[in-house]
Structure formats: structure tokens, C-alpha cells
Nanobody
Framework: QLRLVESGGGLVNSGGSLRLSCAPS????????VGWFRRAPGKEREGVLC????????NCADSVKGRFTISRDNAKNTVYLHLSNLRPEDTANYYC?????????????????????WGQGTQVTVFS
């Protein structure tokens, strides 16, 4: 069964940092763009937070830029989301998705990806 597995969430004080990991089960990330998303309690899923394409290009949304970064280690078949300077409003279930970059690559200024595989998420709770 093809799936994604996230890990690294936890409880952290405001201002703290975490590193989340996303690894595929049953396939390799080599040919996929990977994105991180989050859903806060009682809210809809936000748009993609950060993406890492197959050629190593990375990007994060303005809302988290400067605090969140994404990286991928193809040798370990893992994509990471680095969270820093965390705030209580960052409390959410964070999950990753893997997909194919479509043409055109950008639509309305956003990376145009069809996400085919999703994980269950890892919970991040930030205390004030």
C-alpha cells in the first residue's frame, strides 16, 4: 500500500522549534513534488505551506516564510519541514503530500501540483 508517514510533532513552548519528517512507504520520493499542509482544530485545511520539487527547488508561503523551511534528502527518501519561532497559532495537524508537477508549472502564482498521496499527519501543539 502506497502511503506517507509523518513524524516529529509534539508539544513545544512558544518560540521553540521542531523538525517534521515525511517518508513514503512503498515508493520513492525521487519523482514527486512534496508539499506540507496543516489543519488547525476546527478550521479548514490551509493552502500548501512549503513545497520541494524534484529538482531541489523549495518555496514556502508568505505566511510562514522566515519561520518554516523545507528540505529533502533523496538518499534517505525523506522530506523535512523545519519549524522555528513557533507561535500558539501554529498549533495544528501537519501532514505531507506527494504529487506530480503539472503544466503550466505555476497557476495564479502558485505551484501547480496534483497531489496523489497524503499522510495522516503529525500533531504540533504550541503553548504560550
Amino acid at each position: 500500500q502506497l502511503r506517507l508517514v509523518e513524524s516529529g510533532g509534539g508539544l513545544v513552548n512558544s518560540g521553540g522549534s521542531l523538525r517534521l519528517s515525511c517518508a513514503p512507504s512503498g515508493f520513492t520520493f525521487q519523482y514527486y513534488t512534496v508539499g506540507w499542509f496543516r489543519r488547525a482544530p476546527g478550521k479548514e485545511r490551509e493552502g500548501v505551506l512549503c513545497t520541494a520539487t524534484t529538482n531541489g527547488s523549495t518555496n514556502c508561503a508568505d505566511s510562514v516564510k522566515g519561520r518554516f523551511t523545507i528540505s529533502r534528502d533523496n538518499a534517505k527518501n525523506t522530506v523535512y519541514l523545519h519549524l522555528s519561532n513557533l507561535r500558539p497559532e501554529d498549533t495544528a495537524n501537519y501532514y505531507c503530500a506527494a504529487g506530480i508537477l503539472l503544466e503550466p508549472a505555476f497557476v495564479l502564482g502558485k505551484l501547480n501540483v496534483r497531489y496523489d498521496y497524503w499522510g495522516q499527519g503529525t500533531q504540533v501543539t504550541v503553548f504560550s
